[in-house]
């Protein structure tokens, strides 16, 4: 029986109020774009076809609970979970700690990838766009001079750096959520193994993990860079960016009780 689209605001914010909330909360340039574009492709996940950025923009939060419920008014009668799939909520200090006070019973889902190519693929991501951020390397040295500025989204372009720095990012998540209610994945293994990774999500949402829907996944690919790239890093470069990040890394390690052998930068 085919069902029909939920076409009011007043529809919207009862149902949604009925639902369960999950957050895709993270990393930019992680594959999480990527893994939001095939949850939404599930019948019993309904998600806005764009990046919200509700929680992490004040203006955007500003319109409160009905501004939220509304980005679902398409949503079906048979939707059992409304998810949010906005790459920068781990990063911005506000963004889940206002998510928890909405929803403190949803689901976080986050992709953490190597930081040395997380941040060479933002940075080359910036470059595509036309933004006057100058040479990667010039770059991140003058994050490193700025690193009292709270994070932001500014248009200076100063989070660079700041993004890859895991392990603080998930103590501020685990305090606002339960630990058992976040599923942390590593991008270089949905990469090789998108299946998996989709069969995983599934199970910790309680869907059925259809096989359409996983046999349909692609290879993690940098989807935003359409045009122009850059020479990769050097060997000096990486070692500089796996000196900055090393401390992070190892603490990470420790949170997620796994060596991250994917990660052959910090490989012990």
């Not at 990046?51 to 009668?77: I, N, Q, R, S, V």
């Not at 949010?84 to 403190?104: K, W």
């Not at 050097?234 to 070692?239: I, K, L, S």
């Amino acid at each position: 029986m085919q069902t029909l689209p939920i076409s009011t605001g007043r529809e919207a914010r009862r149902l949604v109020g009925k639902a369960r909330v999950f957050f895709i909360a993270g990393v930019m340039k992680g594959g999480t774009v990527t893994l939001g574009s095939h949850a939404g492709c599930h019948p019993e996940l309904h998600m806005p076809w764009y990046e919200p950025h509700f929680f992490d923009e004040d203006d955007t939060f500003a319109g409160g609970p009905k501004a939220f419920a509304d980005l679902f008014w398409d949503a079906a009668p048979s939707t059992r979970w409304f998810g949010d799939c906005t790459p920068s909520y781990l990063y911005m200090p506000q963004a889940l700690h206002r998510a928890s006070q909405y929803f403190p019973n949803a689901r976080i889902i986050v992709l953490l990838r190597n930081p040395i190519d997380r941040a060479f693929s933002h940075h080359n991501h910036d470059v595509s766009k036309g933004r006057d951020v100058g040479t990667i390397q010039r770059r991140w040295r003058w994050e490193l001079q700025q690193a009292h500025q709270a994070p932001w989204r500014g248009a200076c372009r100063m989070d660079l750096l700041g993004r890859g720095f895991y392990a603080h990012q998930l103590r501020r998540l685990f305090a606002s959520f339960h630990r058992r209610s976040i599923l942390i994945l590593i991008s270089e293994r949905f990469r090789v193994r998108p299946n998996w990774t989709l069969r995983r999500v599934a199970s910790f949402l309680g869907v059925k993990a259809l096989p359409s829907w996983a046999e349909s996944a692609p290879p993690l690919e940098e989807m935003h860079v359409r045009s122009r790239w850059l020479s990769p890093l050097t060997v000096a470069q990486r070692m500089e960016l796996r000196d900055i990040y090393s401390e992070d890394v190892s603490d990470l390690k420790e949170i997620l009780g796994d060596d991250l052998p994917e990660w052959g930068d910090f490989a012990v």
